[in-house]
């Protein structure tokens, strides 16, 4: 499904139209201080972005940025810093003129990770830069936990994501919003579809009830195979959490003890409508709760029949009984399968998930290592 039209703000034509205007006259002016375009400095903002970000604007904030500079620094440094932005300007209007990258292709960074050198210059900038914004921006205090050093990170990520200016990003993206009666921060894009979902609930006369809800956090996720940690979607504000305590993070694990047990074959894969996955989960949860006690008693006999048949010199059985074991202790050693038993894992109303995914969001049961039942995030283009 396609994402319903913009408002004329948030066009990507218009997004298009300005970063070229932009980056024209940036050329111009640094043209006219007497500076080489290209090869220039290393260019840390160059990244193209998430569609949605785009939308946001933050390739905007830089350019502004850089036109404010322009008038109030001297000429040398108006000079290097005009190269600076008016490349970054000009990649991103190159890169918004190129087609829309797939949303999980995001990781715009493969240039720095490929280069050390360049990354350490720049990353000690960043680093200088992020001082002195965390002394004159009082949202950074409000929003960053860990303080300087976490702030130091998270804007080098932010960075490395083409945000390019993240105060002004927190500032003009990020809004309060109510949803359901409860309050919280999230992209102003998601704060519409919230509101649309509330409409889509308000039609059917569905009056839902929800306990906990979460947005936006700038945090990060440990990256794959112990790299770099990652920028959650939460960080950007385009992803809310629903009542988590009843609605968990299953893993592969989680998930296979739970095929297993209850003998429904769950269906994750986003591109299958949140209802119909919905339905399969909740056959899941009712029928592991009544199989799991038997369940149990069978796997626990059975294992004990085939060690005795190992200890009578059958080595046939080994394989078996090695699978049986580890079923067991997937099954016995999750803590949210053990909380599963006692009051489920899924609580959210199917309504809310159809209208949700109605209004514009994934419900994101499909990640490579497992479903996060509490977890929307505005849809990835398809
Ligand atoms: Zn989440």
Redesign the pocket.
């Known amino acids: 499904m396609l994402l319903p039209p913009e408002s004329p703000r948030l066009t990507v034509a218009g997004a298009r139209h300005c970063a070229r205007r932009f980056a024209v006259s940036l050329v111009a002016m640094a043209v006219l201080a007497g500076c080489a375009i290209a090869p220039g400095p290393p260019v840390p903002l160059t990244s193209p972005l998430p569609r949605p970000y785009l939308l946001a604007s933050p390739v905007h904030h830089s350019i502004d940025l850089a036109a404010e500079t322009a008038h109030t620094e001297g000429a040398h440094q108006l000079r290097a810093r005009a190269v600076i932005h008016a490349s970054a300007a000009l990649h991103a209007a190159r890169a918004l003129a190129a087609p829309p990258l797939p949303w999980a292709c995001a990781q715009n960074d493969a240039r720095l990770v490929a280069n050390a050198d360049e990354r350490v210059v720049l990353k000690a900038r960043s680093d200088a830069d992020a001082l002195a914004e965390w002394r004159t921006r009082p949202i950074l205090r409000r929003a960053v936990r860990r303080g300087l050093g976490g702030y130091q990170l998270l804007r080098w990520l932010y960075l490395r994501r083409g945000v390019c200016d993240v105060p002004a990003f927190f500032e003009g993206a990020i809004v309060p919003t109510r949803f359901l009666g409860l309050w919280l921060q999230v992209h102003r894009e998601v704060a519409d579809r919230l509101a649309r979902v509330e409409r889509l609930l308000r039609k059917q006369d569905a009056h839902l009830r929800i306990a906990r809800i979460?947005g936006f956090v700038p945090r990060t996720l440990r990256g794959p195979y112990g790299s770099l940690p990652w920028l959650?979607?939460?960080a950007f504000g385009l992803?809310?959490?629903i009542d988590?305590h009843r609605n968990p993070y299953l893993s592969i694990d989680d998930l296979v003890a739970l095929e297993r047990v209850s003998g429904v074959k769950l269906v994750r894969e986003a591109s299958v409508p949140a209802g119909d996955r919905w339905d399969r989960f909740v056959l899941a949860q009712r029928t592991y709760r009544a199989r799991i006690g038997p369940w149990l008693r069978d796997n626990a006999a059975a294992i004990h029949d085939l060690r005795l048949r190992r200890a009578r010199g059958d080595a046939t059985v080994v394989p078996e009984l090695d699978h049986l074991e580890r079923l067991r202790k997937l099954v016995t050693g999750s803590a949210r399968l053990r909380a599963a038993v006692r009051v489920g894992f899924l609580t959210l109303p199917r309504e809310l998930v159809v209208a949700m995914e109605d209004a514009g969001f994934t419900w994101?049961t499909d990640f490579p290592n497992g479903a996060?039942l509490?977890?929307?995030?505005l849809r990835r283009p398809r």
């Open positions: 979460g959650s979607n939460h992803a809310v959490d988590p994101c996060d509490m977890h929307f995030e």
